[in-house]
């Protein structure tokens, strides 16, 4: 029999309630949000104001939310430290970001890499171009898997099925002309940490015009070579601890 600790208290269902409902307002918060009224995040969350207001209350007494003259609330520092500190998880600055900006420097057009959250992607880090040119999705923004080369490389060598992911798995590479964005073209090649795990996608991206496809596919070589190079950097932190390989930059750390 497992000892237990009498001392702690149980966690009660109200209690973890509160706990979801606390985050799903923080969740609230879009990309574009920079406040919200008492009311909208009442109407987001369907939970009822005076319940929005005292979770706002207790959120904002940790960091997390900062209350507004007329009654609108912000994201607070607190909410900040965590986006910097899952960022740090995939050691976005020592080495996702400089290989994204020689990537960046070789094609002269903007470059990305994505992750996978919740079945959908999601753009951790952006390095413009010379070309100037950026999609207009913005950094920390979930976007679908079955569209834009990033996702369909994402669901190609994570094991989707069918012959259209089949191809990409086998071509090392997948292009896509307006097809996230009708304005944006995009070439993604996958990137892998210890044996061959999947850690996301890196891509670079170009006006969706009739010079698209050619100016992408000239770039493909060196994208599979620095997708290639930024998977081996990811590898070689790869830390022996008794039978167990363990890696500092894991996407779902255990």
């Known amino acids: 029999m497992i000892p237990t600790d009498s001392s702690a208290p149980a966690a009660s269902a109200d209690n973890v309630n509160a706990v979801t409902r606390s985050l799903g307002i923080l969740g609230a918060f879009g990309m574009t949000d920079s406040h919200l009224s008492l009311a909208e995040l009442a109407r987001r969350t369907a939970v009822p104001k005076p319940t929005v207001l005292r979770l706002a209350r207790t959120l904002a007494q940790s960091g997390y ?63 413009r171009g010379k070309d100037g040119f950026v999609s207009p999705t913005r950094v920390g923004e979930p976007l679908p898997l079955e569209k ?79 997708a290639g190079a930024l998977s081996r950097a990811f590898g070689s932190t790869l830390i022996k601890a008794g039978d167990r390989v363990m890696v500092r930059s894991l996407w779902y750390p255990e």
């Open 65 to 127: 939310l900062v209350a507004l003259e007329g009654g609108a609330w912000r994201l607070g520092p607190a909410a900040a430290r965590l986006g910097a500190q899952y960022q740090r998880a995939f050691d976005l600055r020592n080495l996702i970001e400089p290989a994204l900006q020689q990537l960046a420097d070789d094609t002269g057009h903007s470059t990305s890499f994505f992750a996978l959250e919740d079945k959908q992607r999601v753009r951790l880090l952006r390095v």
């Open 148 to 226: 834009g080369a990033a996702g369909q490389v994402i669901l190609a060598f994570s094991g989707g099925r069918g012959h259209a992911l089949a191809a990409i798995r086998e071509r090392g590479w997948h292009l896509t002309v307006g097809e996230a964005d009708a304005g944006s073209a995009s070439i993604a090649a996958p990137v892998f940490v210890g044996s061959r795990s999947l850690l996301g996608a890196v891509s670079v991206a170009a006006p969706a015009n009739e010079k698209a496809v050619a100016e992408l596919e000239r770039h493909s070589a060196g994208l599979v070579k620095a």
